[in-house]
T-cell receptor, first 113, second 113 residues
Framework: EDQVTQSPEALRLQEGESSSLNCSYT??????LFWYRQDPGKGPEFLFT???AGEEKEKERLKATLTKKESFLHITAPKPEDSATYLC??????????????FGQGTRLTINP | DAMVIQNPRYQVTQFGKPVTLSCSQT?????MYWYQQKSSQAPKLLFH???????NEADTPDNFQSRRPNTSFCFLDIRSPGLGDAAMYLC????????????FGPGTRLTVT
């Protein structure tokens, strides 16, 4: 069974203090690893998709990387508006062409000014 | 500009009183999903539609049902809500191509009194 584990559960940083969030996974044939951002009381917002080991994607202060066993979300010089829960998900074997996601529990990130 | 719309954003119902949540999309995606998310937990898939084909997750209670009258709309019916059904309900859509991301709506926060 596919599993996704995120660490740490919660992370507090000072504004400008760079760090990384971890997502480790076990899946039989990775079809995609997804990162989402979720603000309190809102739906997840899509950030990145990674498909193969060695792949990297960037968006503003965020950079996602992928190895065969884990993915990292690097946050460079974060600002308070980067505070959110970051969810990682892997695509499970699909049924009838509909991709199903297995989510991790998320990392709750707080950036203090 | 909204792509996945959920109504209402907040719903209060009484114990045992049926409730319907709605979702609409402007992306013309074939697949629509319903997730349940409780506080500080990962989204849990309840079911999904591939076009008009309904796919139920094995552990989704019979109390939850869904309807998809056309490509754009999907409804979640909770026949007899219990206190344990209080949660955020998220609708998402995706195209049928493997590895494509899911787009989430803002969610409906359900309170059961």
């Amino acid at each position: 069974e596919d599993q996704v584990t995120q660490s740490p559960e919660a992370l507090r940083l000072q504004e400008g203090e760079s760090s990384s969030l971890n997502c480790s996974y076990t899946v039989s044939g990775l079809r995609g690893l997804f990162w989402y951002r979720q603000d309190p009381g809102k739906g997840p917002e899509f950030l990145f998709t990674l498909y193969s080991a060695g792949e990297e994607k960037e968006k503003e202060r965020l950079k996602a990387t992928l190895t065969k066993k884990e993915s990292f979300l690097h946050i460079t010089a974060p600002k308070p508006e980067d505070s959110a829960t970051y969810l990682c998900a892997v695509q499970e074997r699909s049924v009838q062409g509909a991709q199903k996601l297995v989510f991790g529990q998320g990392t709750r990130l707080t950036i203090n000014p | 500009d909204a792509m996945v719309i959920q109504n209402p954003r907040y719903q209060v119902t009484q114990f045992g009183k049926p409730v319907t949540l709605s979702c609409s999309q402007t992306l013309n995606h074939n697949v629509m999903y319903w997730y349940q998310q409780k506080s500080s937990q990962a989204p849990k898939l309840l079911f999904h539609y591939y076009d008009k084909d309904f796919n139920n997750e094995a552990d989704t209670p019979d109390n939850f049902q869904s309807r998809r009258p056309n490509t754009s709309f999907c409804f979640l019916d909770i026949r007899s809500p219990g206190l344990g059904d209080a949660a955020m309900y998220l609708c998402a859509t995706s195209s049928t191509r493997f590895g494509r991301e899911q787009y989430f709506g803002p969610g409906t926060r359900l309170t059961v009194t």
